[in-house]
């Protein structure tokens, strides 16, 4: 039998005949899982794109007679990981019912809300503008997908040319139309006379396949797509370069990372000029090829074509004007040269809206650039988090795939400013927008945690993760740090070994923040060691390490930290995780003591100097964290066990009563009191929030 892996170069063949089995004859199942398997390679279609659906025969549960039901992805979801109850199921009869009242393109927006009136399974999800696009075709599978090949070939100036030459008589074309019911009059239509097609080519969109199965729907769709990816190599290596070859060489990976650390906190700053944004970089070989381009200046500003890449990018990218050897270190002569490029794109971008606009258009959004170019050092994008901006910058290199297509086979085309406009601001994509959960308190912020690799430093990671930051774990035990990583989803976390006892490790795990999300907004030094000893036996050893990792250490990550706040001009947060022990005189305890009174006098000095920036900086102090806390895993149990006159086994109980609440401090208490000063008390500086159950001898006041 044949390897029918081996009949695909341009996409991956995914289907496991042992997974299909174990889920039997349920057809929902297996839609779910052809989905899965198509979302799961970027070249077929991208994260929240397309969408796919199948029909099965069901009992109506109002007649019990038998009825024809459409499953479909619902509104908003992602084929890569779809489930259940991402789908709606609709009668399918009563969706082409619809074709009765309909009364022509102004009537698709209250089309839209008829959908609802065609629900069969009560727990449906959203349906979507695709919905009538499955809906109104017959066949039991349908896919339908964003494949770079297929929009390549839609996006080409002879489009429909081009398809039957691929193709021949076996696809069908419809030229572009915003999606909706009358989109799907006109899929119906081209099916209608060109009986025995396999799919349909959509105009600078993308492509509807179908089978009779889930898995030969499946196989149609990677035969579709490999046969338009071939003819674009082909037409590629005719051509002999792309892109109108290269203008621009590409710096050493090595110097392009460091650039996009030095750059990318001015470029943040810049792109937040109304909301914060989070940041991500990409110097991959598609990115690089475009972007060094001689065409680069004549493609970007044409904009993209598909829908889905210019909602996720905005229509077109800001290409920076500046050298790829030129000097960063001196940010304010930087951000002079960058300043006016990003003044005259958001002045572009209101013109845009300005000449577009409906009388009911939604307000215009956010002017700043999603996708910033520098050629010969990689592409930036910004949006509201983490996950968006990844989206955004795969994308876009999506719309770059198309655009090199496009040009291989004749040339690039991309869809008028009306139309994009009118998609863009559609009302229908306001109200999703609208829909969107509510931002939690610390999203679009970006957190920074030394000794992260457990203990108290992980709880803190933990809380400003739940809480909406990204948190960038920084630890010297690299073992801790990864399987600390690993507890966090995608999008949410990095990792960087950092020695706060050096400033070039320090430095390194700012670049890895700077690099992987934009820059930093919250630092907490939350790292250390406990050293309890009588005055003659703490050894200059004991002294200097305790000096070097809680004092240094602090001078150094704020010092780093801040001028990277400085060039973002958004603010920020510095917290100090100190001790009772830097109030409080206790016994055998000069080392510590002395060092924890450091750190929260350098947090009030720090305070009166960094107020004019907007950067608070505030004291936690903990006291007596026994379980969880990575200290008393050493020798300072039982040297604190000692200077009480106890043993070790004591000890939680002795903290627990001595405190006025008689409670047991945990890491997540003192987490909570990190998120109290950066999440709640946005007007406090120079504070110290004892979080200890109340230890009078530790008034502040």
């Known amino acids: 039998m044949e390897n029918i892996e081996k009949r695909f170069k341009y996409v991956d063949y995914l289907w496991d005949d042992g997974k299909a089995a174990s889920l039997g004859d349920n057809q929902v199942d297996l839609f779910l899982y052809r989905s899965n398997i198509l979302g799961a390679d970027l070249r077929i279609t991208n994260y929240g794109g397309g969408n796919t659906s199948c029909k099965t025969i069901e009992k109506d549960p109002l007649t019990n007679e038998e009825v024809e039901v459409m499953w479909v992805k619902g509104s908003g979801g992602d084929i890569g990981t779809l489930t259940r109850s991402g789908i709606a199921g609709l009668y399918t009869g009563r969706l082409r019912d619809l074709k009765n009242v309909y009364q022509g393109l102004h009537d698709e927006d209250r089309m839209v809300g008829l959908f609802n009136h065609c629900i069969f399974d009560l727990e449906s999800k959203a349906p979507s503008i695709d919905t009538p696009l499955h809906g109104l075709l017959p066949f039991a599978h349908i896919d339908h997908l964003h494949p770079d090949a297929l929009i390549a070939v839609a996006a080409a100036e002879d489009s429909e040319k081009v398809t039957k030459e691929i193709w021949g008589d076996t696809m069908g074309w419809v030229p572009w139309q915003r999606p909706g019911f009358d989109l799907g009059l006109q899929l119906e239509k081209c099916l209608a006379e060109n009986p025995g097609i396999r799919g349909i080519v959509l105009g600078s969109h993308g492509l509807f396949t179908w089978g009779d199965t889930s898995y030969e729907c499946y196989v149609n769709s990677l035969e579709v797509i490999e046969m338009a990816s071939q003819y ?227 709880a803190i990671a933990d809380k400003l993760a739940e809480e909406g930051a990204n948190v960038v774990l920084t630890d010297i035990a690299e073992d801790r740090l990864i399987k600390a990583n690993a507890t966090y989803k995608r999008d949410v976390s990095t990792y960087a070994v950092c020695d706060v006892t050096n400033t070039e490790s320090i430095s390194a795990a700012y670049k890895k923040a700077c690099v992987e999300f934009g820059g930093v907004d919250i630092i907490v030094h939350s790292a250390g060691l406990a050293i309890s000893k009588p005055l003659e036996e703490t050894t200059d050893k004991d002294w200097n390490i305790l000096q070097n990792i809680l004092v240094k250490g602090q001078f150094d990550l704020a010092k780093q930290g801040v001028a990277i706040m400085r060039k973002q001009g958004l603010g920020g947060d510095y917290i100090s995780i100190a001790s009772k022990n830097g109030l409080v005189s206790g016994p055998n305890n000069v080392a510590y003591g002395t060092a924890k009174a450091a750190q929260q006098h350098m947090t009030r000095l720090l305070a009166a100097e960094l107020g004019k920036d907007h950067i608070r900086v505030n004291t936690v102090n903990p006291d007596g964290v026994i379980v969880g806390s990575k200290i008393w895993e050493g020798d300072w149990a039982a040297g604190r066990a000692k200077a009480y006159g106890i043993t070790v086994e004591e000890l939680p109980a002795h903290y627990a009563k001595r405190n006025l609440l008689n409670e047991i401090i945990y890491p997540e208490d003192i987490a909570n009191g990190v998120f109290a000063c950066v999440g709640v008390l946005d007007k406090t500086t120079g504070n110290i929030i004892n979080v200890d159950g109340g230890m009078a001898n530790a008034f502040v006041r």
């Not at 990018?313 to 990003?342: G, H, M, N, R």
């Open 232 to 458: 674009i190599d082909d037409k590629i290596a005719e051509k002999g370069s792309v892109f109108g070859g290269q203008k621009v060489q590409s710096l050493p990976k090595e110097e392009r990372q460091e650039k996009a650390a030095q750059l990318m906190p001015l470029l943040r700053g810049l792109c937040s000029s109304e909301n914060r944004m989070i940041g991500h970089f990409s110097d991959t070989d598609v990115v690089m090829e475009y972007i060094n381009s001689n065409d680069i200046e004549r493609l970007a500003p044409m904009g993209t074509s598909c829908p889905d890449h210019f909602l996720r990018t905005k229509i077109q990218p800001l290409v920076l004007d500046l050298d790829k050897d030129e000097d960063l270190s001196d940010s304010e002569a930087v951000l002079k040269k960058l300043e006016p490029a990003f003044e005259a794109y958001r002045q572009e971008y209101e013109g845009y809206y300005n000449t577009c606009k409906r009388d009911n258009s939604p307000a215009m959004r956010d002017p700043n650039p999603v996708i910033i170019i520098y050629p010969g050092v990689g592409m930036f994008s910004f949006a509201k988090n983490k996950q968006t901006t990844r989206v955004a910058s795969e994308f876009y290199i999506n719309a770059i795939n198309v655009m090199r297509g496009a040009e291989a086979i004749s040339a690039y085309t991309s869809l008028p400013r009306q139309e994009a406009f009118d998609i863009e601001y559609w009302l229908l994509e306001e109200a999703k927008l609208q829909r969107m959960p509510k931002e939690k308190p610390l999203s679009r912020k970006v957190a920074l945690i030394t000794g992260a690799g457990g203990g108290i430093g992980k």
